[in-house]
């Protein structure tokens, strides 16, 4: 498969700035953290640990961090300007360990949940357009909502556009993408507090409410034309309604209930519901001081193992865009009648009938990431918004052919990323193998041609410990080549070592074609020893022609011929290759 690739003259902005020009950034001054890396979070947690907090004491603090700061230890206390992403984790961890809590606890934090304002004799309400949704807020006080009233309707402008987001987010995931409902007889409460978070999700008896920040002035920036606070308005119901229907399609129990999961899926949510606010960028992009201090995005550290939270989406948004918004809406449905399947299981189950792996999807997940950013970019291979997303972090760069590199340690569901530059003297085509000391790892190359195009070849058997691409491309025809090593182990770490060699055939060789069988393409892989003529013919089972597919003078070297069988039905046929020396006959099978 060739890729035409014209770099596109790259944006001064991005390659100065990144994603977000640091002027944005200054404007804002609020600091976003997750539950895991907030100061006050690691501290009430060491603190439990420790045995200077019990599991009430540390369940209230950190309820206390989220929703009350003035109640908070002065051990715990923490700058006025920092803020929570997301509390729903703390609240999934609240329902699991509940029973385990005193009655007196338990009262507590459910008052704290819900605040007051639903009582409140100056709470206002605002029933959506669709009747799903009933919105609490105040207009005076310490959770007022932003007051502009642009059509003279008696409701604010927020509220207004507050109702428009929940209905959307509703209609696309539940009505149309097929995930779990979550609405029962009366309209669902979203509830506006001035909060140190983002909202989070409550459960409630059977079901959940929603809570919104107030008003979201000085949160970090997004591309909403409206600007960032209706951005963060939407993005965030959107998140929060993902959450409601996480819920009641688990209860937020087994894998798919932990944070890293959670979060992950509400994050994609945002993005599929409110594509033109990409406030997820804030996420990704390694340099981001405030939320990723560590660099925890795919594309800055792909040595980190996948699940992410936020900072590994992107890894969601493969799937979404390689097979649909229905895909993980399919994934979900597995969890109503098992809450303890492991999401990977759960993913795998609804890859086998598109007839791949979650090892190769991972793989070719990988390379993605690898091939996006202003530097590396090309039109038609990776992310729709791959040159708007940070550059890859390569961890070694090699210049010399042939090299090696090892031993390399590789953490399950990580990877690591190797440029290759193409010396001008190499002789033949770029042969790379791995060797690794167990099963799992796999390898993907991506090469950058002179006449503007790029290919791809993996190598993605998970059974074996030595993994070989021999390319079919030419050096002299290479800018550039890169190598994702990832290892497809769940649980288990690894070390590999990398060689790069350059490769000519010895003699005429045809190999069986991959994959076989197939649905519609598969590839037909030889070698010549020499430049020679070459035919390729297709045969039904009844030894009949059907179609020639090359029949033409070949270069010396290793050849890949991708056959489109989706024109024919399903059954068995036969390729045959016939060059000056050799004929030889190959069954492929075709499954529909």
């Known amino acids: 498969m060739r890729l035409f690739f014209s770099p596109p003259a790259k944006l001064l902005l991005f390659l100065l700035f990144g994603l977000i020009p640091l002027s944005a950034l200054a404007q804002h001054s609020l600091q976003v953290h997750t539950v895991d890396t907030h100061p006050s979070f690691q501290a009430i947690q060491a603190a439990y640990q420790n045995g ?3 599991a009430d004491e540390a369940i209230l603090q950190k309820i206390y961090a989220g929703l009350s700061p003035d109640r908070l230890d002065t051990r715990f206390s923490y700058e006025e300007d920092t803020i929570i992403k997301c509390l729903t984790p703390v609240i999934a961890a609240y329902n699991r360990e509940k029973e385990n809590l005193s ?4 009262q507590e934090v459910n008052n704290l949940l819900r605040g007051d304002l639903v009582t409140s004799q100056q709470a206002a309400q605002h029933i959506s357009p669709s009747g799903n949704f009933r919105l609490i807020y105040e207009t005076d006080g310490t959770h007022a909502v932003p007051l502009e009233d642009s059509n003279g309707s008696g409701v604010p402008d927020y ?5 428009f987001a929940a209905d959307s987010s509703y209609r696309h995931q539940i009505e149309t993408l097929g995930f779990r409902d979550f609405l029962q007889a009366d309209p669902y409460e979203i509830i506006f507090r001035n909060i140190r978070s983002y909202g989070l999700t409550t459960q409630s008896g059977s079901t959940t409410f929603i809570t919104i920040h107030s008003n979201f002035q000085n949160f970090p920036p997004n591309t909403h034309p409206e600007g960032d606070v209706i951005g963060a308005l939407y993005v965030t119901i959107a998140h929060e309604i993902k959450h409601a229907s996480q819920y009641a399609t688990s209860r937020w129990q087994g894998d798919s209930g932990s944070f890293n999961w959670i979060e992950m899926d509400a ?7 409110f594509p033109d606010v990409n406030d997820y960028y804030n996420y990704i992009k390694s340099n981001f001081e405030g939320f990723n201090p560590n660099n925890r995005s795919i594309f ?3 040595q980190s193992a996948t699940p992410g939270a936020y900072w590994h989406v992107s890894w969601m948004i493969y799937f979404y865009e390689q097979f649909g918004g229905e895909f993980f809406a399919d994934v979900w449905r597995e969890f109503i009648e098992n809450r303890q399947l492991p999401m990977f299981d759960a993913i795998q189950r609804n890859l086998e009938p598109l007839q791949t792996s979650l090892e190769r999807e991972h793989l070719k997940n990988h390379m993605w990431h690898m091939a996006s950013g202003p530097e590396r970019s090309a039109p038609d291979f990776g992310f729709s918004d791959r040159v708007n997303y940070p550059n890859a972090n390569f961890a070694q760069s090699l210049s010399i052919t042939p090299d090696s590199l090892g031993p390399l340690f590789l ?9 290759v530059q193409p010396a001008n003297i190499a002789l033949g085509q770029p042969a790379i193998r791995v060797e690794t000391d167990i099963p799992g790892i796999v390898v993907g190359v991506l090469g950058y041609f002179r006449d503007g195009s790029t290919d791809y070849q993996l190598s993605s ?9 021999q390319t079919t491309w030419s050096w002299a025809d290479l800018t550039d080549m890169s190598i994702a090593v990832v290892n497809a182990n769940r649980d288990n770490q690894a070390t590999y070592n990398l060689v790069v060699t350059s490769s000519l055939p010895d003699e005429d060789a045809i190999s069986q074609n991959y994959p076989n069988p197939f649905s519609s393409f598969t590839n037909i892989q030889f070698s010549l020893n020499e430049r020679k003529n070459v035919t390729i013919d297709i045969h039904d089972a009844m030894g009949r022609r ?3 597919v090359v029949n033409e003078e070949l270069n010396a070297g290793f050849h890949s011929i991708r056959f489109n069988g989706s024109g024919l039905a399903s059954g068995v046929y036969f390729y045959r290759i016939i060059t000056g020396q050799t004929a030889e006959t190959r069954k492929m099978v075709l499954i529909k």
């Open 52 to 54: 200077e907090l019990s």
């Open 103 to 106: 009655m007196a606890t338990v």
């Open 159 to 163: 509220i207004e556009k507050a109702a």
């Open 267 to 273: 994050t994609l949510m945002e993005e599929v519901v």
């Open 300 to 302: 800055g550290n792909p």
């Open 411 to 419: 953490q399950p569901m990580a990877a690591t990323y190797v440029e």
């Open 461 to 469: 058997n998970p059974t074996a410990t030595t993994q070989l691409v």
């Open 546 to 548: 059907i179609q020639t």
